[in-house]
């Protein structure tokens, strides 16, 4: 097989990306519409259980009988515990929060990233990125207003945990990377969420869907997830990271016109004022990371 050129399969990298912001918006849409009528362990169950198919089959394809072979199993443990993290309080968010709200809150993970790098992997990092993730977080404070009456509450601490949990995957995954094939993790991620999350319907006795419409939306979710999985590495394979880093902030826009005209979400002019800081403060630390590798 010849070798992929990058520089030629651009564009397609960035409409796989975009692809993948958009898949990502869909899932967060579709788990708000039916949050209330079934538990975030159901939805977190079939999210997983669906992505595992195409994952098993690519990582068959690619490593053989190797495929489900791991070298850093405490590296996988914390990729794992720290992914169903993110993306348990993700869905758990949504039940408190608006979806405008969550978008904005998840774009926060390089500034968590940038502050956590220096003690998980004993990455340098300047003063000027930390002071710049630090004035992101100000972005934080004017979107969620504290001057405001309950604003603090269940949904605000899950939709910071899932950005925090985020950071803490990515920087595990970028250790576990240098031992051990991303397939092979992924596959192993997935299963692992999977079993985790039926345990947890199991033992809580969470009722099964009784709808198929909310049937038809979990395996909507599933199959979308494990799509936007597959555009997500695809995308990394025909275009540089740093050209397709910035690209994921297009689901703020998009999250706030869902969230305006699918779910009436109201929106003030301080939430726009932490949204340009939150974007910039971000855009800027990739750049600076980018240009220092």
Not at 69 to 95: E, M, N, P, V
Not at 257 to 284: D, P
């Amino acid at each position: 097989m010849k070798a992929i050129n990058k520089s030629s399969n651009i564009p397609l990298g960035i409409t796989l990306s975009i692809t993948e912001v958009i898949c990502t918006i869909t899932i967060a849409c579709l788990v708000k519409l039916i949050a209330g009528d079934l538990s975030v362990f159901m939805i977190l169950f079939f999210r997983y259980l669906f992505c595992v198919p195409p994952l098993l089959l690519t990582a068959i394809y690619q490593r053989g009988k190797h495929a489900f072979d791991i070298k850093s199993k405490a590296g996988l443990s914390i990729r794992t515990i720290t992914g169903l993290g993110s993306f348990g309080c993700l869905f758990a968010a949504l039940q408190f929060i608006d979806l405008s709200l969550m978008t904005i809150l998840f774009q926060t993970m390089p500034l968590f990233i940038t502050l956590l790098a220096p003690f998980i992997i004993k990455e340098v990092v300047g003063w000027f990125r930390r002071i710049t993730a630090i004035t992101g977080f100000v972005g934080v404070i004017l979107i969620l207003n504290p001057t405001t009456e309950d604003w603090f509450n269940y949904g605000v601490i899950l939709g910071v945990m899932s950005p925090f949990f985020g950071a803490l995957m990515t920087l595990s995954v970028r250790r576990l990377g240098k031992t051990d094939h991303p397939a092979s993790t992924a596959l192993w991620y997935n299963l692992l969420g999977t079993i985790v999350f039926l345990l947890i319907c199991i033992f809580n006795e969470v009722k099964w869907p009784e709808y198929n419409g909310i049937l038809l939306i979990l395996l909507i979710v599933g199959i979308v997830s494990s799509f936007q999985q597959i555009c997500l590495a695809y995308s990394l394979k025909f275009a540089p990271a740093s050209l397709l880093a910035p690209l994921r902030y297009i689901s703020v826009p998009i999250g706030i016109i869902v969230g305006v005209y699918f779910f009436n979400e109201t929106l003030s002019t301080t939430f726009f004022i932490g949204t340009a800081i939150i974007v910039c403060s971000s855009i800027i630390i990739i750049r600076r990371e980018t240009k220092k590798k």
